[in-house]
């Protein structure tokens, strides 16, 4: 197989542009998910059916949405803002935000599995109750993907400082450029769960 | 046209990770048979682990059943089926940091077949294998339903047994179905076709696969846990009311889902940024538009399909109740997650056809392809749209009525660049020099049936005339037609054009035409009375009807078991052609103009020595001054064997 | 345009012309007065009118592509020896083809969205399940619904009163009540002619469906939702009603026969039931949309956690309906 660099730079062009392509693609998927969600809780909501919608306006422990909120919304955060000084050559910075975004993501993901324990309202007892249940383990789904994706950037950026040496993450090489493509995608990620994360928070915490 | 490069400053490096690693050999390896120890242990461990948790909850008790302990037992299967195969290996090492960019190598000889590969055509013949599993199975059940409704009031099995095999035919074909063209075809071909050497996400596509056949898994084990009564389209409350067989179906759904996400994804992914230079969304081949649309729909749609699934896992498991009215929830929620994602899934089972037979005629027709542009807009069109008609699928179940009318439009609307294949086809066969080869007889075949399967979807898509229709054989019969008679002949179609290409044999001629002539009349014999049948008053998914209508479907059984014999004729020709008296191939043995004809065969690990630079679509033909598709200068020489 | 390219399709335009004016006026008047559901009711003739009107269209579309490819297959195969094709833009694009085609196709389409749709309000729901809050209402329809709950409504021969009937579907067979007569429940499905029935579909388990096939009507049963459609009966006759939605494992054998008689037959069948299931009738239900326990019913509680789950304060038999 010929490896000319015109080649080399055309396959490393299409797999960037595919981590772009993919990052974007991938949180279509997943808008269509939360979309659907989002559906249940408001069709069950018009319908009302056996005025069990939500009697008594009984909301989940508000102690605990806030506080899993807050922490996605950290890591999230601190994935924007760590790819900001990464942009800017500030390695360093990057890996304390991430990493510390990381920390937030795992203690959110078991404070949200814990809800689950500690809920005041039975799974079936009504539609919000229901509707909360699969917001629940949507969640976790959503906190494991994007904490993992975090995760192993850190890892991968780690590993090529100790193979490629100090700088290898910034530098012009097929590594370099992948590596940071791949960061820019689960940024965004990060950026969409925030808005999702927002929304769920009014639906189920806050109105 | 040459390739500009900024010139990295080093060309690429591959980090010396133990994870780009030796060639797989040997039985302590990673394949087939280990994914399948693991899986066991993962569904032994997960049953025990449910029964630890949930042996004294009151629903347990009460019922005799533990969903907990099924579901999680076949949650932990799925999970060690994938880690026994190796799908997972390189998710967990990125957890330390390992890289992906050096693929890991491929197994020799036949081996690579039992394995997890990252090579596209590995896994696109993983997946006929995959694929036709799924049919022949969903095919024996369907045998067994035409026994059943050979006779009103004699009854081969019990109504239990009955709705258990009605149910599983359905799903199983199904989802085989939403990857049949796709799975196989796409991922074989598609980067063939664009000019590139590998798939976005290699480990991704082999992800989809290894998925696939968990999905099947799991959907066969509803079986023996005592199947589940609700047909494919599981509507709630019935749903609820089900024995343990249901979450094979719910998770199964899930599982599948996921493998057509991940597939989905990859092909996009791929088509949209691995197309060779030169080749321009106007020099896409008609077959790869019909596979980005849709994986369009693949990717977007199932996530509903997903949500609705887990909804329904947790309606059983955890005792929620999002589709049981009396606790706040509702039955149709259910059928709107669910059709929002069922209309699309339709789609996704017909467009690969229109794509593959759009391929196929300018190649049989001499001719280029009539309409190039309209086709990929009927495509796409018909993608786009199929997202917004799901409601014509519960016209009668109580929706608002007011929306009636608006999905009767969008459904009605929908026929139009459906239209469009027709008038592509219809354009490109006029003047035009046809070779009738077994390939181009099932194109054909494909324009008689779903023209036939379409023009019905018009009759039920209008309002006043779907009170009469809706939820008897006539809507069966009209979604056979355009299934089976679309996208099944599509696929076979596919596989005689394209055997010679993966395998390097022909498949036999004369075996061929006597599958090709079987399945087709008898296709026809078997579903053309079922319309009648459904307008005369019999509902699907029933084992008695009028004795008067007796007739009818006897000869609809008869020819049932006839078209299942055709499937037979098409195993012996697969098993005579490739294996027992295999023909070599020619190079081009269909002068098809393709870019996939023009690699060597077998066709190298990496596709093209190199890439090559496109500088025309593939449909010049009877064009004899035209520019050749590739530019002869950069493009890797496609007679002979190659390392 | 060369002679050759208009001989070919003025041949197949002949053939396809004549075909179809041959075909669709025999099936008009030949097959047309029998099709699907027949004749019993209004919304029948309706329905079966708008299948004909359909099909008229329809056929001609399969004849011309059919024309058009067996003509292909006989003028354009290379072992029949047919001329070179013409390669090239005049053999790939046709603009003005294309356009015909889309505007034909369109024009079409949205005729039979628009035919739809007038069928669909002229015939108050062309007998399909219109939901709880139905849009298309035959006089005298909504009034009628209001009196049956209330216990007042009243049917009796030559009044032109619309009768309501509730279907209940649940595993596995229908029965039917009748509030304009005390609300009996009955198995027998029996219909007076020339009346509006409004139908009251419900369940009292699963999703099932209603579908009473000469009468053409078809209204899916959902627990809790009250599904209402309309017909309207003419002359007298048998019908066939099959449950039309899987659900469970006798779904098979969950059909009636019912019939409807003069108005006359009728009211002296209704009063004989009414008078025969009195006693029965006084241990039933009032008569309300829905019939579904919940929360609150079935022997007290479904959750055992000390009173923790908040219930329902609002006994839902006969409450508001769901919107769905």
Redesign the interface.
């Known amino acids: 197989?010929?490896?000319?660099?015109?080649?080399?730079?055309?396959?490393?062009r299409?797999?960037v542009?595919?981590l772009w392509?993919?990052g974007r693609?991938?949180i279509?998927?997943?808008t269509?998910?939360i979309?659907?969600?989002a559906?249940?809780y408001f069709?069950?909501r018009?319908?009302?059916?056996?005025?069990?919608?939500?009697?008594?306006h009984?909301t989940a422990p508000t102690a605990y949405g806030w506080s899993i909120y807050g922490m996605m919304m950290g890591a999230g955060i601190l994935a924007y803002f760590g790819q900001t000084r990464l942009r800017k050559g500030q390695v360093a910075d990057w890996f304390v935000a991430c990493w510390t975004g990381v920390g937030l993501g795992v203690v959110a993901l078991f404070l949200q599995i814990w809800e689950l324990v500690v809920l005041?309202?039975?799974?079936?007892?009504?539609?919000?109750?229901?509707?909360f249940?699969?917001f629940v383990?949507?969640n976790i789904i959503s906190l494991t993907l994007g904490t993992?994706w975090l995760?192993?950037c850190?890892?991968?950026?780690?590993?090529?400082g100790f193979?490629?040496g100090e700088g290898a993450v910034l530098?012009?090489?097929?590594?370099g450029?992948?590596f940071r493509a791949n960061v820019a995608s689960m940024t965004y990620f990060w950026g969409f769960l925030g808005l999702s994360g927002t929304m769920f928070l009014l639906m189920f915490y806050v109105l | 046209m040459t390739i500009s490069a900024e010139r990295p400053t080093e060309v690429a490096t591959h980090s010396a990770s133990p994870y780009s690693s030796k060639k797989p050999r040997g039985w302590f390896s990673q394949h087939l048979g280990t994914a399948l120890l693991a899986a066991i242990i993962g569904y032994l461990i997960g049953h025990w682990l449910g029964n630890h948790i949930a042996w004294n909850y009151p629903t347990t008790a009460a019922t005799g059943q533990n969903y907990v302990a099924n579901f999680l037992a076949l949650l932990f299967g799925v999970v060690g089926w994938l880690l026994g195969i190796g799908a997972l290996n390189y998710p967990l090492a990125k957890l330390v940091g390992r890289s992906g960019e050096h693929e890991p190598e491929e197994a020799d000889g036949i081996s690579k077949y039992f394995r997890y590969s990252t090579n596209h055509k590995t896994v696109g013949i993983q997946y006929i294998v995959g694929v036709l599993l799924f049919l022949f199975t969903a095919g024996l059940l369907a045998m067994a339903i035409r026994t059943e409704l050979l006779n009103p009031t004699t009854h081969v099995f019990s109504p239990d047994t009955y709705i258990k095999i009605v149910s599983e035919h359905g799903t199983i074909m199904m989802m085989m179905a939403t990857s049949i063209i796709v799975g196989p075809l796409g991922n074989y071909f598609v980067p063939l076709m664009i000019g590139s050497r590998r798939m976005a996400f290699p480990r991704i596509e082999a992800f989809s696969f290894w998925t696939f056949t968990a999905g099947y898994m799991v959907i066969f084990s509803a079986l023996p846990y005592g199947g589940f009564p609700t047909g494919w389209t599981g509507y709630a409350p019935l749903q609820t009311q089900a024995g343990p067989g249901m979450i094979s179906y719910l998770f199964g759904f899930a599982v599948i889902g996921l493998g057509m996400m991940t597939a989905g994804f990859n092909v996009a992914v791929t088509i949209v940024n691995y197309r060779a230079p030169g080749m321009t969304w106007s020099r896409v081949p008609v077959f790869v538009w019909g596979i980005l649309a849709t994986a369009a729909l693949m990717t977007l749609a199932t996530p509903a399909l997903f949500a609705a699934g887990t909804f329904g896992l947790l309606d059983l498991v955890n005792q929620t109740a999002f589709y049981v009215n009396e606790h706040g929830g509702s039955s149709y929620l259910w059928q709107n997650l669910f059709w929002f994602f069922g209309h699309p899934e339709v789609y996704i089972m017909a467009i690969p056809g229109f794509g593959v037979v759009g391929e196929l005629l300018p190649v049989f027709c001499r001719k280029p392809l009539f309409g190039y542009k309209v086709s990929a807009a009927g495509m796409i069109g018909v993608a786009l749209l199929s997202f917004f008609v799901w409601q014509h699928h519960i016209f009668q179940s109580g929706i608002n009525p007011d929306m009636r009318p608006l999905f009767m439009l969008t459904t009605e609307m929908i026929s139009i660049p459906t239209g469009f294949i027709f008038l592509v086809g219809l354009g490109t066969m006029y003047k035009s020099k046809m070779r009738f080869e077994i390939p181009m007889l099932f194109s054909l075949a494909l324009y008689f049936n779903f023209l036939i399967g379409g023009l019905t979807g018009v009759f039920i898509s209008d309002v006043p005339v779907n009170v009469t229709l809706h939820g008897s054989f006539f809507v069966l019969s009209h979604f056979h037609y355009t299934i089976m008679g679309g996208l099944v002949f599509a696929f076979m179609a596919g596989l005689y054009y394209w055997l010679p290409k993966m395998t390097g044999k022909m498949m036999n001629k004369k075996i061929g035409l006597w599958h090709f002539w079987t399945m087709f009349i008898f296709f026809n014999l078997t579903f053309f009375p079922m319309f009648i049948i459904g307008m005369l008053g019999q509902p699907r998914r029933v084992f008695t009807y009028a004795k008067s209508l007796q007739g009818l479907n006897d000869f609809s059984s008869i020819s049932a078991y006839i078209l299942g014999f055709s499937f037979i004729i098409f195993a012996w020709n697969l098993m005579y052609s490739m294996y027992i008296k295999p023909e070599m191939a020619p190079a081009n043995p269909w002068d098809s103009l393709g870019l996939e004809w023009q690699t060597a065969t077998p066709v190298p690990r990496h596709n093209f020595d190199r890439i090559p630079v496109i500088t025309n679509d593939p449909y010049h033909y009877a064009e004899p001054g035209a520019t050749p598709l590739v530019d002869r200068g950069q493009s890797s020489s496609s007679s002979g064997y190659q390392a | 345009m060369k002679n050759g390219e208009v001989n070919h399709l003025r041949r197949m335009g002949t053939w396809w012309a004549i075909a179809s004016i041959v075909l669709d006026v025999v099936y008009w008047f030949a097959v047309g007065p029998h099709i699907t559901p027949g004749r019993l009711t209004e919304m029948a003739k309706n329905n079966q009118m708008d299948f004909n009107i359909l099909f008229l269209v329809a056929l001609p579309v399969l004849l011309g592509v059919w024309i058009f490819m067996g003509y292909a297959f006989v003028h354009w195969s290379e072992k029949r020896g047919a001329p070179e094709p013409v390669g090239g833009p005049a053999g790939a694009e046709n603009h003005r083809t294309n356009v015909l085609w889309i505007s034909i196709t369109s024009i079409a389409v949205l005729a039979a969205a628009v035919f739809g749709t007038w069928a669909l309000i002229v015939d108050h729901g062309s007998g399909g399940g219109e939901g709880p809050n139905p849009v298309w209402i035959p006089d005298g329809a909504s009034s009628v619904q209001a009196t049956a709950l209330a216990g007042t409504a009243k049917w009796a021969p030559g009044t032109n009163a619309p009768l309501p009937v509730q279907v209940i579907g649940q595993q596995w067979r229908f029965t039917y009540r009748y509030p304009t007569f005390g609300n009996f429940e009955t198995p027998d499905l029996v219909l007076p002619a020339n009346t509006t029935v409004v139908f009251d579909v419900t369940s009292l388990d699963v999703i099932h469906s209603f579908w009473a096939y000469q009468l053409s009507v078809k209204a899916d049963a959902n627990p809790g939702v009250n599904n209402v459609a309309y017909t309207e009966t003419r002359g007298t006759g048998n019908f066939v009603v099959r449950c039309n939605e899987l659900c469970g494992i006798w779904h098979g054998s969950m059909f009636d026969f019912g019939k409807v008689v003069s108005q006359g037959d009728f009211m002296n069948w209704a009063q004989k039931t009414e008078a025969a299931n009195a006693a029965n009738t006084k241990l039933l239900p009032a008569f309300a949309y829905t019939y579904t326990p919940d929360a609150n019913g079935a022997a007290g509680g479904f959750y055992p956690d000390g009173g923790v789950t908040p219930y329902s304060p609002v006994e839902t038999y006969g409450a508001k309906q769901p919107v769905s």
């Open positions: 197989m010929s490896n000319t660099p015109e080649e080399v730079e055309f396959e490393l299409a797999h542009g595919s392509t993919g693609l991938f279509g998927i997943y269509f998910l979309a659907s969600l559906f249940s069709y069950l018009s319908s009302n059916n056996s005025d069990l919608w939500r009697p008594n009984v005041n309202f039975y799974p079936g007892s009504s539609g919000y109750a229901s509707t249940v699969g383990v949507f993992y995760e192993t850190v890892a991968r950026a780690h590993r090529m193979e490629m530098a012009n090489t097929s590594a450029r992948s």
